[in-house]
């Protein structure tokens, strides 16, 4: 891994864009501009925090997560890559791929002529583990912190086969009260039911938490919104390259086996996830890529 002097000297940007090291020993990108603060991993490639100025976070990170080398960290926006949960036939391969706790190279840092900022990593094919994943692929990863938030992950298929890839933006949002809040976007959509063997239901107006939530919402690209009348805003998830949308929330019982979502966390979270996933997986042929891109911005109410 590059070591911070060389990192901050050929990417760092002065009293806008540093370069530092965890207390748990993890190299962190911290951004500050005009618009807001940020800051990410790059194990992972891992978004933890975005904060426009004079205003709440939008992403939430676990006061009682874990930085660690190979572990993959509570909250933030965890990249789930190249495949969506469970692996479909290897049961000892990681939950949601290994690009989250994978480390990224940095490509480029950017402060763009509008005063935001970009961010460009990469994921080395070295760090790749053959075992899990031998198809030749390039994946990369642009970061842009503004008065919005702004991702895409970049697959491209450079091997002489097909190849089908489950992903996914696993994003935590910070929420007043998980009770009180209510998801928009997905009235009459179809989802599979994890709480519920799987079962496929269909939504029925806007989507309310008083107990485990875990869907997979499929064949859906709409914008999805979180309103929140508590902190008078709702937050708009706009997306394209993605056609299925997870909700999640582990509630009180699955949260306290968890250990590491702090006390009561659970009330302050809830996951949209921009996703490819079930029967919206990709499939990029020789030479293909593919974009999934999400947008994220703060309305007031």
Not at 131 to 144: D, G, I, R, S
Request: charged fraction near 20%.
């Amino acid at each position: 891994m590059t070591d911070l002097k060389t990192l901050n000297s050929q990417f760092g940007i002065a009293n806008h864009l540093l370069f530092e090291t965890d207390p748990g020993g993890l190299t962190l990108v911290k951004i500050d501009n005009d618009f807001a603060s940020a800051s990410i991993a790059l194990q992972g490639g891992h978004v933890m925090t975005w904060t426009p100025h004079n205003a709440e976070a939008v992403i939430w990170l676990s006061p009682a997560a874990k930085l660690a080398p190979g572990k993959s960290i509570r909250g933030g926006v965890p990249i789930c890559w190249p495949w969506f949960g469970p692996h479909e036939s290897q049961t000892d391969f990681p939950a949601h791929g290994f690009a989250r706790t994978t480390p990224w190279d940095v490509v480029s840092t950017t402060q763009r002529d509008d005063g935001a900022t970009q961010l460009v990593l990469k994921l080395a094919t070295a760090n790749f583990p053959a075992q899990q994943w031998p198809h030749p692929t390039t994946v990369q990863y642009v970061v842009t912190v503004g008065d919005t938030l702004e991702i895409e992950l970049v697959s491209q298929n450079t091997g002489p086969g097909a190849i089908t890839l489950g992903e996914a933006l696993h994003t935590y949002f910070n929420v007043s009260d998980v009770r009180e809040i209510s998801v928009d976007g997905l009235d009459g959509c179809h989802y599979l039911d994890k709480v519920d063997d799987f079962t496929q239901k269909q939504q029925s107006g806007p989507v309310t938490f008083s107990s485990e939530v875990d869907r997979v919402y499929v064949n859906t690209s709409t914008d999805c919104i979180i309103r929140d009348p508590a902190m008078s805003r709702q937050i708009r998830i706009a997306k394209s390259g993605s056609n299925s949308t997870v909700v999640w929330n582990p509630w009180i019982e699955k949260a306290n086996k968890m250990g590491d979502l702090g006390d009561n966390g659970y009330l302050k979270m809830v996951c949209v996830e921009s996703a490819n996933a079930d029967e919206n997986v990709v499939t990029l042929q020789p030479g293909e890529q593919h974009t999934l891109s999400v947008r994220y911005s703060v309305e007031q109410i």
